[in-house]
């Protein structure tokens, strides 16, 4: 029996797809495109709410894959229970590297450089000069050293920053050097002039900003999250905006999106912009390269990549 495999990216787009599979556009419509009952792979719609994105599931009974295009998968992972047993989670590791490492350099200049008082000032034809810091010669912490937290400190390299820390869940060797573990934090913050995140949320890493980590983080300390909202208590970073100690470029935020008259939004030295990490022209063509490879792994019964865990399996 012919398998169905739901694609969020219209089927023209793509040159050639594997033989083996019946393959239907749906990008989170109202009317699914066929029967869930006989969708094997799920590619899931991107940048749809979690509502949206997890309402076909506890109809798909015979599904087998469930590829995100989002290199977080905390969505999915909240929608567990709606998924059969045995089904593969796989994530979009390295289709956002680029751009998502693009803005945390963005952010980072453009808070340093203070970009967003030019641009105020640029609105009421203002010519207000001034120092500023440079990135050149800073110390940087990068929490969350996966591909994207490797992609930023590439693009870290031209900018002759003092020295690059990186941090993850457990401690590794890298080919620029040392990965700390988490359990480390607390002796590399107080030397890092400007701290970066970019790791997944989990259970281990959510409000792993808190109170007590931005107290660590040295006077004048830039704070970039490019990961997710929750990473970061929003409560224990308004004080520490307020009274001008830190300063802030987020491009995700916790609630999101942030609502009007939140008290972050009028922050001092706070930079946002709207989880625009991913959407950009850099996205398709990578995801399309990703969800073919995936399908032909899948139809060829070869091992899938960016696997985070499998459905019913008691590591769960």
Request: proline share 9%; charged share 20%; hydrophobic share 45%.
């Amino acid at each position: 029996m012919t398998q169905d495999a739901w694609l969020p990216i219209p089927l023209k787009e793509f040159q050639q797809l594997p033989d083996g599979l019946n393959y239907l556009f749906w990008d989170g419509e109202q009317d699914f495109p066929g029967d869930p009952a006989d969708c094997a792979v799920y590619v899931v719609p991107y940048m749809k709410p979690q509502a949206v994105r997890a309402r076909p599931l506890d109809e798909m009974r015979g599904l087998r894959l469930v590829q995100t295009l989002t290199a977080g998968v905390d969505d999915m992972i909240a929608a567990l229970d709606l998924i059969v047993p045995g089904v593969a989670l796989c994530n979009a590791r390295g289709v956002h590297d680029a751009s998502t490492a693009e803005l945390a350099l963005t952010l980072t200049l453009a808070s340093l450089r203070g970009v967003p008082g030019f641009v105020r000032a640029q609105q009421q034809e203002r010519w207000e000069g001034g120092f500023h810091p440079a990135l050149a010669d800073k110390s940087v912490l990068i929490v969350g050293y996966g591909a994207i937290g490797a992609a930023v400190e590439d693009r870290l390299v031209p900018f002759e920053v003092a020295r690059v820390a990186r941090v993850a869940r457990s401690g590794r060797a890298s080919a620029r050097g040392p990965v700390h573990p988490l359990t480390e934090l607390p002796r590399l913050l107080p030397e890092a002039d400007v701290v970066i995140l970019s790791t997944p949320l989990t259970d281990t890493t959510r409000g792993l900003v808190d109170a007590e980590f931005l107290a660590r983080m040295k006077d004048g300390a830039l704070l970039v999250n490019v990961a997710r909202g929750a990473v970061v208590d929003t409560g224990s970073l308004l004080p520490e905006l307020e009274s001008g100690r830190l300063t802030a470029a987020l491009d995700v935020t916790d609630p999101e999106p942030l609502p009007a008259g939140h008290p972050l939004w009028q922050a001092p030295g706070v930079l946002i912009s709207p989880h625009v990490g991913g959407p950009t022209s850099a996205f398709l063509p990578r995801a399309k390269r990703v969800v073919v490879d995936q399908l032909t792994r899948f139809v060829n019964r070869e091992p899938l990549r960016n696997v985070i865990l499998t459905t019913g399996s008691a590591d769960n």
